[in-house]
């Protein structure tokens, strides 16, 4: 099923000349041209040319299809995305790999729905592969000097970043929000009175979500991470009974009583 290429136009095809790959490619075609939410078995069966009942042959009912659909929508993600760089550096790998995780979702829109909002619908093989390639990052991360628990959050904080960047510039493209253009923005009000806007709104757009402000987010999560690994590798050793080896060192190694206190003790009954 992850065979069927989602972009294009379909050629007409003679009636009961249909199988599920020829269906899942349409419905991609008929979803770029309205929506995920306007797809219908009716009007994707009109779409190809065949009857309905053709359609149920295969999917019972649109859920299958959206399943179907997602698998694809993974596929296609994961061929998109680049390999680590034996070489790399994670700093490089973060910045290639989310970069073109938002290039990949901003340039398809019914795939960035599919992964975005049916996550618990990928089959067992999706949810595998889409693992499969945060296990090598997280691996990565550790491999640069991470904790296992830092690297994990390392990866989570960009990622929430990237998806929130996609989200929010979506919403906004949708809403024909002006805030997206410097040149609509100068004109949504009278800046006069507000004299810092004034002076940035004609390099700035305001959404936040140029190329240059994604850049930039991405660069500064980098340098704190930075300083996170510095932090870590600064911060004093635990012992596997939770103290320091300075702690433990004023104490006993194993915690015991010094033989000061012994005798303090001693005296004292």
């Known amino acids: 099923m992850p065979k069927a290429d989602s972009t294009g136009t379909r050629k007409r095809r003679q009636r009961n000349s249909i199988n599920a790959e020829d269906i899942v490619a349409g419905a991609f075609e008929v979803a770029r041209r309205t929506s995920l939410e306007q797809l219908s078995m009716p009007v994707l069966a009109e779409h190809l040319d065949v009857g309905v009942t053709s359609i149920y042959w295969y999917f019972r009912k649109k859920e299958e299809l959206l399943n179907a659909?997602?698998?694809?929508?993974?596929?296609?993600?994961?061929?998109?995305?680049?390999?680590?760089?034996?070489?790399?550096?994670w700093q490089e790998m973060l910045a290639s790999h989310f970069r073109a995780y938002r290039d990949i979702h901003r340039e398809d829109e019914v795939l960035s729905d599919l992964m975005f909002l049916r996550t618990s619908t990928y089959s067992r093989d999706a949810t595998h592969r889409v693992m499969e390639m945060t296990e090598s990052m997280v691996a990565t991360l550790i491999a640069g000097g991470f904790t296992p628990d830092n690297a994990m959050k390392?990866?989570?904080v960009i990622s929430l970043y990237t998806r929130g960047a996609i989200t929010q510039e979506r919403i906004l493209r949708l809403a024909n929000a002006p805030t997206v253009d410097v040149a609509r923005q100068r004109r949504m009000t009278d800046w006069s009175s507000l004299p810092v806007l004034d002076g940035l709104i004609d390099r700035h757009p305001i959404s936040g979500t140029s190329d240059e402000d994604f850049e930039f987010g991405v660069a500064r999560l980098v340098c704190g991470f930075e300083v996170l690994l510095r932090e870590q590798s600064e911060r004093p050793r635990r012992t596997s009974r939770g103290s320091t080896p300075a702690q433990s060192t004023r104490t006993g190694r194993t915690g015991a009583t010094t033989p000061r206190k012994a005798a303090a003790r001693?005296?004292?009954?």
């Open 154 to 156: 390392v990866y989570n």
């Open 266 to 269: 001693k005296s004292g009954t």
């Open 69 to 89: 659909m997602t698998d694809v929508a993974v596929d296609k993600f994961i061929r998109l995305m680049p390999e680590i760089g034996v070489d790399d550096t």
